[in-house]
């Protein structure tokens, strides 16, 4: 099935690619691609705040300790850019912007849920070392 050597490969050749212990061992680009977006600072605590709903941009900012206005604008362009995020303006008195996560970005919820869930398994509480049960 020529078809199928093509979705391996991608390269419409139908050869099938050789892979070798170095190519195995290499990260996936879809997880190269996820990180590289979620693995900023900021990126996943704004999506999460996110989560509950359309939140104004002083709220957020104000559910997130630490980040300053600058970050916080900074992430909320990118997550738009990448289709995650959508900015609504609430016209006024007073004017007031607000933003919401898209289908996609709201994809993300069970997976930054059992992100927590393995945080408070295995980083306990307060975010320290891992308990002793779990690092041998």
């Known amino acids: 099935m020529a078809g199928n050597a093509e979705d391996r490969n991608g390269t419409g050749t139908g050869a099938a690619v050789a892979h070798g212990p170095q190519a195995c061992s290499t990260v996936d680009i879809g997880m190269t691609r996820v990180f ?3 693995g900023k600072r900021w990126t ?3 999506v ?3 989560l509950q709903g359309p939140v104004h941009f002083a709220d957020l900012r104000r559910a997130i300790p630490g980040i300053s206005e600058r970050m916080l604008s900074d ?3 990118e997550l738009g850019a990448a289709g995650l995020v959508v ?3 609430d ?3 007073p004017l007031r912007v607000s933003y919401r996560l898209t289908a996609a970005g709201a994809a993300l919820g069970p997976s930054l849920r059992e992100l927590g869930n393995w945080a408070e398994k295995y980083l306990g509480a307060e975010g320290g070392t891992c308990p002793e049960e ?3």
Request: no cysteine.
């Open 36 to 38: 590289g977006l979620l």
């Open 75 to 77: 992430r909320l362009t």
């Open 44 to 46: 996943g605590l704004v």
């Open 48 to 50: 999460a705040a996110l």
């Open 87 to 89: 900015r609504q303006v």
């Open 134 to 136: 779990f690092r041998k």
């Open 91 to 93: 016209e006024g008195p």
